[in-house]
């Protein structure tokens, strides 16, 4: 009313307001027009780059609007001395950043380059010339010839009295906090503190919050940093977090009782420079010294994270964030981070063998199961010979089982989660995630077809957050009416949705129209449905009549829930020439394949072989059970939903008489009478390189040059037909979308602390009646 009142329209003021906001943000932090999250300026003053890489870098950082418009000249460097040395940093940064820039540390609490700034911890005050007192560095904005001094007497006394004054209420808990050792708070008290303190009287004590199953607090220990308050706040985008009181009595909760309800909550554990927010899981188990640190991938959904798996003997004791500004920059999934547990328990250790139709799974030894295998292999007709990728599988284990099945002219290869067809994987830019993770910032117009990001990939929603919320980028959705954490337009549920935006129906059709550089995210669900072709022909002609595809710039981008698809689709895992997939198989090879839409289309005659981690449904309907080991125990290939390739590393060996899928594979080969030409996995990596050049290298991204119009795809595909039933998510339970959540105390806990059950999870309990109690057996026992 106040608006109209005035003869503004609501967009104007809303387009006003987004200005601002993303300019005062931007003079807060230095940045462009990014604001809070500079990411190409935190990467140009880390590397402490020359000026023109610097000038370049900030440009990059530009909106993809004011991209597209004719670029203002870039400013200047500008030329600023600390402790005396000269150092060029761009235009706007703070006096923290031109001092990161020299390659001078400032010690930091509140600050973080990630977040917006704060200025409250004071720990970072520097001296600079013609200022009457210290001066918060992270707040203060540069000057041309401005003289910074970091090393002063006065900036000393500052840093010893804040120290002073931020260990007068701190417990001494160091032996007992699981922060020891990798407390900032200890390390800036031996660097900067005083050797004794003057304070006498009672220390302050704080209650402690219940934030849920996986955050652990101890309120007395914390600085009121206001870290975490502004991860919740900004990137989670959930106000779960907050500050009550002022001075002495200012205390960090969630105003009521409630627990912290991200995806991505663990990160504050990180984030939190002191021992006040730890690991609840991991409260108690471990000192970071006795670990054993191995940088690895995050299997447990298709973004592919890079992580570090801790681990101390033979067993994972955590799983941390490693920095990856391509893919996850510094954060991590609770699903990752978390389930880690699950990897001890419903553990396959030994292999099973199930005797008559209806008999209880049995122990056997190694080569009893292989045998089995083999047998109901060999038996089988090769029309009715049928292998299924799993979400967890590994490149490595997938390219092995499509030669073992070829071996036997079996042409029945299906991914889990993929409708099946012959040429599902003709065109690699038609099933990946084009854009890249990293690009995806630099679209003006999203559109989501079918995918719930917050659940199918909160890394990926934290990035699109950051553009409709600090950029004002437009985002709509065809699909389920879901709470992404930022604003959106809800187009409908169905493929009639699309239809309108084809034929210029829908509002946002002239928004995409207008767009530079406008993105199309169809999620995985969409693959699964009897109309997936259909549904993804229409996105690809939407995609051609928008632009989405132009220069270096592909907008059309498919999302893939869990990290095993890509590699199957790239490794050509799909249905041969000759195959019937509407044949009903006798013999089925399940590859980590767990899904119940999976076990459900399997025949109650068919011999199963069930090759996983763990006793899960798959396991339960198996005819021979192999067990394999899981991706924190092998070293290992997956390609995450944009196609880049990377691989893990072994932390820890596998249970019992496990072995990686690979060689279970190339083991049954040679049982079978026909082994495969390969004996050691570098002979393997050749094979993959062989089948497809993707494999050739690591960590990197192979874009496609082939892109199919509208009528082509669905042509190609055989259908060009979408019914009206509605989008939903392809994971509708976060905590348990795979065997491994499955299997988690720790996600079951989450699941209820939410107070929801996101989806029926599979009933396993039959399955470790059969299994029993594992064991370890050696090979061929």
């Given at each position: 009313v106040?608006?109209?009142h005035?003869?503004?329209?609501?967009m104007?003021?809303?387009?006003?307001?987004?200005?601002r906001?993303?300019?005062?943000?931007?003079?807060?932090?230095g940045?462009?027009?990014l604001?809070?999250?500079?990411?190409?300026?935190?990467?140009t003053?880390s590397?402490s780059?020359?000026?023109s890489?610097?000038a370049?870098?900030s440009?990059?950082?530009?909106?993809?609007?004011?991209?597209?418009?004719v670029a203002?000249?870039e400013?200047?460097?500008?030329?600023?001395?600390v402790?005396?040395e000269?150092?060029?940093?761009?235009?706007?940064?703070?006096?923290?950043?031109a001092?990161?820039?020299?390659?001078?540390?400032v010690p930091?609490?509140?600050?973080?380059?990630?977040?917006?700034?704060?200025g409250?911890?004071?720990?970072c005050?520097?001296?600079?010339?013609?200022?009457?007192k210290p001066v918060?560095?992270?707040?203060?904005?540069?000057?041309p010839g401005?003289?910074i001094?970091t090393?002063t007497?006065?900036v000393?006394?500052?840093?010893e009295?804040v120290?002073e004054?931020?260990l007068?209420?701190?417990?001494?808990?160091c032996?007992i906090?699981?922060q020891g050792?990798?407390?900032?708070?200890?390390?800036?008290s031996?660097?900067?503190?005083?050797?004794?303190?003057?304070f006498?009287?009672?220390k302050?004590a704080?209650e402690d919050k219940n934030?849920?199953p996986l955050?652990?607090t101890?309120?007395?220990r914390?600085?009121?940093c206001?870290?975490?308050v502004?991860f919740?706040?900004?990137?989670?985008g959930?106000?779960?977090?907050?500050?009550?009181?002022?001075g002495?009595s200012?205390?960090?909760?969630?105003?009521?009782?409630?627990?912290?309800t991200?995806?991505?909550?663990?990160n504050v554990i990180d984030?939190?420079?002191v021992?006040?927010?730890?690991?609840k899981?991991?409260?108690?188990?471990a000192?970071?010294?006795?670990?054993?640190p191995t940088?690895?991938?995050d299997?447990?959904?298709?973004?592919?994270?890079?992580?570090r798996?801790?681990?101390?003997?033979h067993?994972?004791?955590?799983?941390v964030?490693r920095?990856?500004e391509s893919v996850?920059?510094?954060?991590i999934g609770?699903?990752g981070?978390?389930?880690y547990d699950g990897?001890?328990r419903?553990?396959?250790?030994?292999p099973y063998?199930r005797g008559?139709k209806?008999?209880?799974?049995?122990k056997?030894?190694?080569k009893?199961?292989l045998?089995?295998?083999?047998?109901?292999?060999?038996?089988t007709?090769?029309t009715?010979?049928?292998a299924?990728?799993g979400?967890?599988?590994d490149?490595?284990?997938?390219?092995?089982?499509?030669?073992l099945?070829a071996?036997?002219?079996?042409q029945n290869?299906?991914?889990?989660?993929?409708t099946?067809?012959?040429?599902?994987a003709?065109?690699r830019s038609?099933?990946?995630f084009?854009?890249?993770?990293e690009?995806?910032?630099?679209?003006?117009?999203?559109?989501?077809v079918?995918t719930?990001?917050?659940?199918e990939a909160?890394l990926l929603?934290?990035?699109l957050?950051?553009?409709?919320v600090?950029?004002?980028?437009?985002?709509?959705?065809?699909?389920p009416?879901?709470?992404?954490t930022?604003?959106?337009?809800?187009?409908?549920?169905?493929a009639k949705a699309?239809?309108?935006l084809?034929s210029g129906a829908s509002?946002f059709r002239?928004?995409l129209?207008?767009?530079?550089k406008p993105?199309?995210?169809?999620?995985?669900?969409?693959l699964s449905?009897?109309?997936?072709?259909?549904?993804?022909?229409k996105?690809?002609?939407l995609a051609?009549?928008?632009?989405?595809?132009?220069?270096?710039?592909?907008g059309?981008n498919?999302?893939h829930?869990?990290?095993g698809?890509?590699?199957a689709?790239?490794?050509g895992f799909v249905p041969g020439?000759?195959?019937?997939?509407?044949?009903?198989?006798?013999?089925?090879?399940l590859?980590?394949?767990?899904?119940e839409?999976?076990?459900?289309?399997?025949?109650?005659?068919?011999?199963?072989?069930?090759q996983?981690?763990h006793g899960d449904?798959g396991a339960a309907r198996a005819?021979?059970?192999l067990?394999?080991a899981?991706y924190?125990e092998?070293?290992?290939?997956?390609?995450n939903?944009e196609?880049?390739v990377?691989r893990?590393?072994r932390?820890?060996p596998?249970?019992?008489?496990?072995r990686?899928d690979?060689e279970v594979v190339?083991a049954?080969?040679?049982?079978?009478?026909?082994?495969?030409p390969?004996?050691?996995?570098?002979?393997?990596?050749?094979r993959?390189a062989?089948?497809?050049?993707?494999?050739a290298?690591?960590?990197?991204?192979q874009?496609?040059?082939?892109?199919?119009?509208?009528?082509?795809?669905?042509?190609?595909?055989?259908?060009?037909?979408?019914?009206?039933a509605?989008?939903?998510s392809?994971?509708?339970?976060?905590?348990?979308?795979?065997?491994?959540?499955?299997?988690?105390?720790?996600?079951?806990?989450c699941?209820?602390?939410?107070?929801?059950m996101y989806a029926?999870t599979?009933?396993?309990?039959s399955t470790?009646g059969e299994?029993?109690?594992?064991s370890a057996?050696?090979?061929?026992?």
């Open positions: 106040f608006f109209s005035n003869s503004i329209s609501v104007s003021v809303a387009s006003m307001w987004c200005v906001r993303a300019s005062s943000l931007s003079l807060l932090v940045g462009g027009p604001g809070i999250h500079n990411n190409a300026l935190v990467r003053l590397s780059s020359s000026a890489a610097a370049s870098s440009a990059s950082s530009a909106t993809p609007a004011a991209a597209a418009a203002p000249e400013p200047p460097p500008v030329e600023v001395f402790n005396g000269s150092v060029q940093v761009p235009k706007g940064v703070s006096v923290m950043q001092c990161d820039a020299a390659g001078v540390d930091r609490f509140c600050y973080h380059q990630r977040l917006s700034i704060a409250n911890c004071r720990m005050l520097v001296e600079v010339t013609k200022s009457p918060a560095s992270c707040a203060m904005p540069i000057m401005m003289q001094h090393e007497p006065l000393k006394k500052a840093r009295g120290m004054f931020l007068a209420n701190h417990p001494l808990d032996p906090c699981d050792g990798e407390c900032d708070l200890q390390d800036m031996m660097a900067y503190g005083s050797d004794r303190g003057r006498v009287e009672e302050r704080v934030l849920g955050v652990k101890v309120m007395t914390c600085i009121h206001t870290r975490c502004r919740a706040t900004e990137v989670a959930v106000h779960d977090l907050g500050v009550t009181g002022r002495g200012a205390e960090i909760g969630t105003y009521l009782e409630k627990a912290l991200s995806e991505m909550s663990g984030l939190c420079p021992g006040a927010l730890t690991s899981p991991y409260a108690f188990t000192r970071s010294w006795e670990l054993r940088e690895s991938v299997a447990t959904d298709g973004i592919g994270a890079s992580i798996v801790d681990a101390r003997g067993e994972v004791m955590r799983i964030p920095l990856n996850n920059e510094e954060w609770d699903r981070r978390f389930s990897l001890r419903q553990r396959l250790d030994a063998v008559e209806g008999a209880p799974l049995r056997a030894t190694w009893d199961a045998e089995a295998a083999a047998h109901g292999l060999r038996s007709p090769s009715k010979l049928m299924v990728a979400k967890l599988a490149a490595e284990s997938i390219c092995a089982l499509k030669d099945m071996m036997y002219d079996g290869l299906q991914v889990e989660g993929v099946p067809s012959s040429d599902a003709d065109v038609s099933y990946v084009n854009s890249t993770l690009r995806i910032e630099e679209a003006d117009a999203i559109l989501l079918g719930d990001l917050r659940k909160p929603n934290s990035r957050r950051r553009s409709a600090y950029n004002c980028v437009p985002v709509a959705s065809v699909g009416d879901v709470d992404l930022y604003p959106k337009k809800d187009l409908g549920d169905s699309i239809d309108d084809l509002a002239a928004v129209d207008g767009a530079s993105a199309i995210i169809v999620g995985a669900h969409v449905r009897p109309d997936a072709y259909g549904v993804l022909s996105c690809v002609q051609n009549d928008v632009g989405c595809v132009s220069g270096d710039w592909n059309y498919v999302l829930e869990c990290a698809r890509v590699a689709l790239d490794l020439p000759k195959a019937d997939v509407a044949t009903a198989p006798g013999f089925v090879y590859m980590n394949a767990d899904d839409a999976t076990l459900a289309s399997i025949p109650e005659d068919a011999f199963v072989v069930y996983g981690h449904a005819n021979v059970v067990p394999g899981a924190t092998k070293g290992a290939t997956y390609v939903t196609g880049r990377q893990t590393k932390a820890v596998p249970p019992g008489s496990a990686e690979w190339r049954l080969s040679e049982v079978a009478g026909l082994a495969l390969y004996d050691d996995v570098d002979g393997l990596r050749v993959m062989e089948v497809s050049p993707t494999f290298s690591v960590d990197s991204v874009q496609s040059t082939i892109w199919l119009n509208g009528s082509t795809y669905a042509a190609s595909k055989g259908s060009s037909k979408a019914s009206t509605p989008f939903t392809s994971i509708s339970n976060y905590f348990q979308a795979d065997v491994i959540g499955r299997s988690s105390k720790t996600m079951a806990r699941v209820e602390t939410r107070g929801e029926k599979h009933d396993v309990g470790l299994l029993g109690e594992p057996l050696p090979l061929g026992d």
